[in-house]
């Protein structure tokens, strides 16, 4: 069965980009966030609270699927983000922000719950850092077509992630500050890696 290894922090704050460096130093297996390809992402970003719901189901499920097929992998997966980020981040913002009312919100909490009591924890979080501006610059200048979390909801996602990843206590965390430019560098990537195997 392969490990499992979630790449979580707000937006911006450099996931995508640890994943990419980590996955051209060694061979992992991936999951990544599919924000185009996924069927309620455009629909959302018009009217976010008609499709917060398709879209929070529809990432959930597709998190456990994806966690699924990478236990089935002979390989290391790492996911950028996954089905716990995506509960404890962006489920709850979109709560807070009113475009899921409390009843839809409890339904989210059943299935992930229901979802990650099936799958068992990570093995690893890897916890990115940096101060709410630093994320804010990076998430402006990332220049994705499709963007659901604004610049204003950055501040209140980095709180979520940071009051849930208070609360871990059953699977090995990793902090990673990415503040400063050589966050990702080859230096860093090798004493990353190091960690990650002595955790095991």
């Not at 937006?11 to 996924?38: D, Y």
């Not at 966050?183 to 960690?195: G, M, N, P």
């Amino acid at each position: 069965m392969g490990k499992i290894i979630a790449v979580i922090g707000a937006s911006g704050v450099g996931k995508t980009t640890l994943v990419s460096a980590l996955c051209a130093t060694a061979p992992f297996a991936v999951g990544l966030e599919q924000h185009a390809e996924r069927p309620f992402q455009a629909l959302m970003a018009a009217d976010h609270r008609r499709y917060a719901l398709a879209n929070q189901v529809d990432y959930l499920l597709l998190r456990a699927e994806q966690e699924r097929a990478l236990r089935a992998a002979s390989t290391t997966g790492l996911v950028d983000g996954g089905l716990d980020l995506d509960f404890h981040g962006f489920t709850r913002l979109f709560h807070a922000r009113g475009y899921l009312n409390d009843a839809e919100f409890a339904l989210c909490k059943r299935l992930y719950d229901n979802l990650r009591a099936l799958l068992g924890p990570p093995d690893l979080f890897l916890y990115l850092t940096a101060p709410v501006a630093v994320i804010e610059a990076r998430h402006a200048g990332r220049g994705r077509a499709l963007e659901i979390a604004t610049l204003d909801d950055l501040a209140l996602l980095d709180d979520f992630v940071a009051e849930w990843m208070r609360l871990v206590t059953d699977t090995p965390v990793i902090s990673i500050d990415t503040t400063a430019g050589d966050a990702f560098s080859a230096a860093h990537l090798d004493r990353l890696l190091a960690r990650i195997e002595a955790i095991g």
